[in-house]
């Protein structure tokens, strides 16, 4: 479906450049987290994902840390690429069977 | 592999009108659920089956129905729509609650209440 689009907050970068993206998530309990891109009139799609138990993973281009102190989560995208523009949400698992979602930034990118 | 199925992908209903989400997936997956995604609050869980035979509600389950009679199948029905069931539902599947690689979604459904 279209994005959610207008209340998100928006991160605008040149292409080339890194984008970080962040989220606060809510419960110390949460053991697992998860990244997810959606683009316009797609589902969200999987991207990263990171277990309580580290604070840094690394994708292809991407990486995500968590900072459990602050319960603080973010998404670096390195050589950012028009191809990265779309809506990203965090998601944490609170219980064994529930994702909870962020509502999302919107990410631009410059050509 | 056709992954997540959802039919249809726009639907404009009636208030007090019902209908139902249709949702397929082909991979074989226990876990399967249901969202909806409004503006500026990401997506909501409104319920979810770890199996056939099983469902439980989510965060947002009022005005809601589900069954899972067969692995492959996940219907959402709307008993009786109200304009502020106007949302995007997504639909999605995973090998267990949690796996390693996530959820996946469908493509969504877009469903105006008027």
């Known amino acids: 479906g279209e994005n959610v689009g207008l209340h998100l907050p928006t991160l605008s970068v040149q292409e080339g450049d890194n984008s970080i993206i962040n989220c606060a998530y809510s419960?110390?309990?949460?053991?697992?987290f998860i990244w997810y891109k959606q683009e316009s009139g797609k589902g969200p799609q999987f991207i990263i994902d990171?277990?309580?138990?580290?604070d840094k993973r690394q994708g292809q281009r991407v990486t995500v840390l968590l900072n459990k102190t602050v319960k603080h989560l973010s998404l670096q995208i390195a050589a950012t690429q028009p191809g990265d523009s779309a809506v990203y949400f965090c998601?944490?698992?609170?219980?064994?069977?529930?994702?909870?979602f962020g509502g999302g930034t919107r990410l631009m990118v410059k050509p | 592999n056709a992954g997540v199925t959802q039919t249809p992908k726009f639907q404009v209903l009636k208030t007090g009108q019902s209908m139902t989400l249709q949702c397929a997936q082909d991979m074989n997956h226990e876990y399967m659920s249901w969202y909806r995604q409004d503006p500026g609050m990401g997506l909501r869980l409104i319920h979810y089956s770890v199996g056939a035979g099983i469902t439980d509600q989510g965060e947002v389950p009022n005005g809601y129905n589900v069954s899972r009679s067969t692995t492959e199948d996940f219907p959402l029905r709307l008993l009786s729509a109200a304009p502020s069931q106007t949302s995007v539902y997504f639909c999605?599947?995973?090998?267990?609650?949690?796996?390693?690689?996530?959820?996946?979604f469908g493509s969504g459904t877009r469903l105006t209440v008027v």
């Open positions: 999605a599947s995973s090998y267990t609650s949690i796996h390693p690689y996530g959820y996946t």
């Open positions: 419960n110390s309990a949460s053991d697992y």
């Open positions: 990171i277990r309580s138990n580290m």
């Open positions: 998601a944490e698992n609170i219980r064994g069977n529930m994702l909870t």
